[in-house]
């Protein structure tokens, strides 16, 4: 069934629902901020602000590898700075060794032997000094190593002690007097004990262990100074994209760093002699200046890195920041435009009540 509307009433219900559609157009744009919502809203305006957000998102993809680059080459100069503050420490060592004076004398056995390695019956060991002389014979069928130690120990005449190091059999003098060894049978020969004994700087021998653990600890250093398996002091590199299509990068080359690579070896001669200090300083000196160069280098890519993250933060504030011009709504108009809708709807619904309520008198009258 058809209804009959007047002219009057169709225009008031036209004017309502324009009104309507226009109150829920203002609506959206106050909710989301923004005037283009759509290419409907604006074609030119939709498409140039989604691709200055595109840009924007891949740029900001971009941040995750260079601080991902940034911790590594942070991880990188800390363990340099760590190396070199072992160096420095070494370097202490090999001037403490330099001006020590205080030495010991030593007679150390070639052969490796235990407490238990015999002595022929009546086979003897004569320890000797300036101060006195201990002979030791062995006894049918208990001759040993540990029983001649045992028994040196014991003697206060010539103040020599015994020991087993590292499997040899070592004599020290307590007075540093210098100690002459004569024997027959395997006294001399099962133990490998010289005819006298060296001068040992034993203050220098500490001296030279202590510079082999800090030797060590170069290497540990530099071990653990990665990030997720990345590690440029092994000899990593990084590839890093500096743009959104690739067309700029930058390589991070790592370098290897151990104490073999850097050329500090081992205290050589324990550092019985002023050569074998000297040479662990030069090779220390040569070290420092090695990490320089490569802090040195590590740093130059630090400020590419962190010049080219600025710039890429800033041009993604600004593509972001242009793309919400082009289609942001001017809020205030916005409202101001929601208030008069909302004024002219109840001025329409007013309107067609009043032209209803005519009809109506006008029908009543013709009845």
């Known amino acids: 069934m058809s209804i009959n509307l007047s002219a009057n009433a169709r225009t008031g219900l036209t004017v309502l629902r324009n009104v309507a559609e226009q109150m829920a157009t203002t609506q959206n744009r106050l909710v989301t901020g923004k005037a283009v919502n759509s290419p409907l809203d604006n074609v030119s305006k939709f498409f140039t602000a989604s691709s200055m957000d595109t840009r924007a998102a891949s740029i900001d993809a971009l941040m995750d590898n260079i601080n991902a680059a940034q911790s590594s080459m942070k991880a990188a100069s800390e363990g340099i700075k760590g190396i070199q503050g072992l160096i420095k420490e070494a370097r202490a060592l090999t001037s403490q060794a330099l001006t020590s004076t205080k030495t010991s004398e030593v007679a150390t056995g070639s052969a ?6 015999a002595i022929t019956d009546a086979d003897t060991i004569v320890v000797t000094t300036a101060s006195g002389a201990y002979t030791y014979t062995a006894a049918g069928g208990t001759g040993s190593v540990g029983d001649f130690i045992n028994k040196l120990n014991a003697d206060t ?18 007075k540093n007097e210098a100690i002459t060894i004569t024997g027959t049978g395997t006294g001399t020969s099962a133990t490998g004990l010289p005819a006298s004994s060296t001068a040992v700087n034993s203050a220098r021998e500490s001296l030279a262990k202590q510079f082999d653990v800090l030797r060590g600890e170069i290497d540990r250093i530099a071990k653990d100074a990665g990030i997720n398996g990345l590690n440029l002091l092994a000899g990593d590199k990084i590839q890093l994209p500096l743009n959104e299509n690739g067309t700029s990068n930058t390589e991070i080359k790592g370098t290897t760093v151990s104490a073999a690579s850097l050329g500090v ?27 320089q160069a490569t802090s040195a280098s590590f740093s130059s890519n630090q400020s590419i890195i962190n010049a080219r993250k600025d710039f890429n933060s800033s041009l993604s504030d600004i593509l972001k920041s242009s793309a919400s ?20 709807q109840q001025m329409a619904t007013t309107a067609l009540s009043i032209m209803q309520s005519s009809e109506t008198t006008a029908l009543r009258l013709l009845s």
């Open 112 to 117: 490796t032997v235990t407490n238990a390695t």
């Open 157 to 174: 005449t010539s103040g020599v002690k015994g020991s087993l190091v590292d499997g040899k059999l070592t004599l020290t003098s307590s």
């Open 325 to 344: 011009q082009l289609t942001a709504a001017d809020m205030d108009q916005e409202a101001a435009n929601l208030v008069a809708l909302q004024t002219r």
């Open 265 to 291: 070896t081992t205290a050589s001669g324990s550092w019985q002699s002023d050569a074998n200090i000297n040479a662990s300083l030069d090779a220390l000196i040569a070290a420092g200046d090695s990490l």
